[in-house]
Every structure is written in C-alpha cells, then in structure tokens.
C-alpha cells in the first residue's frame, strides 16, 4: 500500500485562483489600462476591452471578488481601479516578462504615434516609466540620491533632495521607501515605491508634466523641462 501523500500547499488554491483570474484575455486587457492609476467607469473600459458591457461587467465582478480590483458608484456609474500597489506591481512584472516576445506592429499612424509616446515617457500605475523614468532615474542615481547597487534605496541626501523640493515622502505605510521596476520598454528598472510616487504625482500636480491622449501618456512641458534640468541636469534631448 502506497504511503500517505503529502499535504498540498495551503497557498496552492490561492494562487491558482488568482492565475485564473488574469488568465483571461478581457480581464488582463482591463487591469493593463487600469495601471494609469485611475478609476475607469465600467463603459470606458468596456469600449477599451472591445467587448459588450453586460459580458464587461461579468469579467469586473470577478475582479473585485478576487481582490484585484475595488468599486465606487456615484449615481449610475460605476467606477473601479485597482486595488493596491501590490496587483500594479503584480500587472506591471507580468507584463514586463512578456513583452520581449511579443511584437506588434502598429496598425495605423495613430497607433504608431500612442506606441511612441508611451515609450517617450508614461505612467506605470503612480510612478514615472518610459524614456522619462529612466532619465530621472539614471538622474538620481548619479547625483548619489539613489543607489541600485543593492537593490534601489534612497540615500540620506537622496531623502533630504525630496524634501527640498517639496515633495512630501509618506513614510507611515508597509510600501518600499524606494522600489525598482522593470520597465517593459526600456527593458531597464525605473524608480517606483513611496519615492517614485511622490514624484510623480509632484510633477503632474505642479505642471511639469501632463497626460497626453487617453492611454497612460505623459508629456513634459517646457517649464519641467527646465526644472529637470536644474535639479537633477537631465538634458533636453532625454526627454523628447
């Protein structure tokens, strides 16, 4: 008589659940554009999915039965986004490991026109990605305000700079003071974490950079052009 098989892993079920949840083409669609770090209505993202809102509304309430995604209504809309910073970086890796093998080429010149300016420079969920994270954090890393050699961390200065500049770091949660995220087209980590949030949401909130088009595209203006410049040295030609 064969021996008693071991227990399985408690965590098994979990995780096959939540492997089953983004294992779905419509769903996945939905938490990659859900990574702007906005609350998308149950519609826009519908239209975005290509798909019916009544089958939409099915694939969301799975969602935020799995914990992927939270829900507000304000009067006949409703609104979701993603739950945490945990499911963005969860999205954001996924998506960075399929990325190398997955060529397409863009339809038409708007098309081509949105894939260039998400690579020039965008939002991965609350922090800056593309040719523009990159800048700001090969910028900081030179400056010795952060370091990757062991893993990204803030310096001293690099802290005291934040703080110079008016950008408030919210040091009170369990999130990294400082995190690397691989960045799916530059193939290179750009700053993430409490500190790649704070700046982030600084430069949109001061007009450095604002959102161009409907998907997660930033542009940087001319005054945070010259504001990088003088802070962090980054040249012109970087951020174009």
């Not at 300016?117 to 922090?127: I, L, P, V």
């Not at 690397?180 to 700053?191: A, I, K």
């Amino acid at each position: 008589m064969l021996g008693r098989m071991a227990s399985k892993d408690p965590q098994a079920p979990q995780l096959a659940r939540l492997a089953a949840l983004i294992a779905d083409e419509t769903r996945a669609a939905c938490l990659l554009a859900l990574l702007d770090g906005r609350a998308w209505t149950a519609g826009e993202l519908a239209r975005h999915a290509g798909v019916a809102a009544s089958t939409l509304s099915e694939h969301l309430g799975k969602l935020v039965a799995g914990g992927l995604l939270t829900e507000e209504r304000q009067g006949r809309h409703r609104y979701v986004r993603l739950a945490d910073a945990r499911v963005a970086q969860l999205v954001e890796d996924l998506a960075a490991q399929v990325s190398p093998s997955v060529t397409v080429r863009p339809r038409n010149l708007r098309e081509s026109s949105a894939g260039s300016a998400m690579a020039r420079g965008r939002t991965c969920y609350d922090h800056l990605a593309g040719r523009l994270g990159i800048a700001v954090t090969d910028a900081l890393t030179a400056r010795g305000l952060l370091r990757q050699d062991t893993g990204f961390a803030l310096t001293d200065a690099g802290v005291g700079w934040f703080g110079a500049v008016g950008i408030r770091l919210d040091r009170t949660g369990r999130r990294p003071l400082a995190r690397g995220c691989l960045d799916w087209t530059e193939r290179r980590p750009h700053l993430a974490g409490v500190a790649g949030a704070a700046l982030c949401r600084h430069v949109l909130e001061v007009g450095w950079c604002v959102r161009i088009g409907s998907e997660r595209a930033v542009k940087v203006t001319d005054t945070g052009e010259r504001a990088l410049f003088e802070l962090l040295a980054i040249e012109t030609r970087a951020l174009r």
